[in-house]
């Protein structure tokens, strides 16, 4: 049982590229979530998440696009990266929706993203 | 929304010594307080939470106390150790179909030798 698996670990981009962050649980949890975590701002939450085939935005979507076609898959989509997006991002988990204000959250080590 | 304000956003203690994070919470829908420790280049690591219809919870040398009059809540670390350095991180949320966790901004928290 590995948690929340986030990949690559660290990333450099120049303005104008994509890529996307991958991340995997193991815990069949229904719900998964993407955080960015910036100087002084604290965790904000992107894109999440309550199940495969449903997502919808955070509080600071713009610039990111998410699918989830599996339970277990939630990738994170920079298609046009920008500076501004140099941030630590974390992918995080729980049981459902119902579990955020009962049960933890389970995050994954994080992607540390250098856009030049 | 909600919005989660931590104070102060660093705090130095000497080893053994108590430490006291405070966060206050602007929604009085939200009734699930949970703290996050984040160490040095990981991701953040529940520590404790504690619910609307109690007002303590205690786990060792932490423990958690909320007002829900005051709209506040406080982590209090006793006898603190140099491996309780980190970031730590208050939330707060609401149960039902539109939950988010709303997170404070984190405090370092460094513990002298």
Known sequence: NA???????FQVLKTGQSM????????????????????????RLIHYS???????????PNGYNVSR????????????????????????????????????QYFGAGTRLSVL | ??????????????EGDSAVIKCTYSDSAS????????????GPQLIIDIRSNVGEKKDQRIAVTLNKTAKHFSLHITETQPEDSA??????SSTG????????????????P
């Not at chain 1, 948690?3 to 670990?9: E, H, L």
């Not at chain 1, 995997?24 to 960015?36: F, I, K, L, P, V």
Request: proline fraction near 6%; charged fraction near 15%.
């Open chain 1, 3 to 9: 948690g929340v698996t986030q990949t690559p670990k």
């Open chain 1, 20 to 43: 996307t962050l991958q991340c995997a649980q193991d815990m069949n949890h229904e719900y998964m979530s993407w955080y960015r975590q910036d100087p002084g701002m604290g965790l």
């Open chain 1, 50 to 60: 309550v199940g495969a085939g449903i997502t919808d935005q955070g509080e600071v």
């Open chain 1, 69 to 104: 076609s599996t339970t277990e898959d939630f990738p994170l989509r920079l298609l046009s990266a920008a500076p501004s997006q140099t941030s630590v991002y974390f992918c995080a988990s729980t049981p459902s929706l119902a579990s955020i204000g009962k049960n933890i």
């Open chain 2, 1 to 14: 929304g909600e919005n989660v304000e931590q104070h102060p956003s660093t705090l130095s203690v000497q």
């Open chain 2, 31 to 42: 009734n699930y307080f949970p703290w996050y420790k984040q160490e040095l280049g990981k």
């Open chain 2, 87 to 92: 970031v730590y991180f208050c939330a707060a």
């Open chain 2, 97 to 112: 179909a539109n939950s988010k966790l709303t997170f404070g901004k984190g405090i370092t928290l460094s513990v002298r």
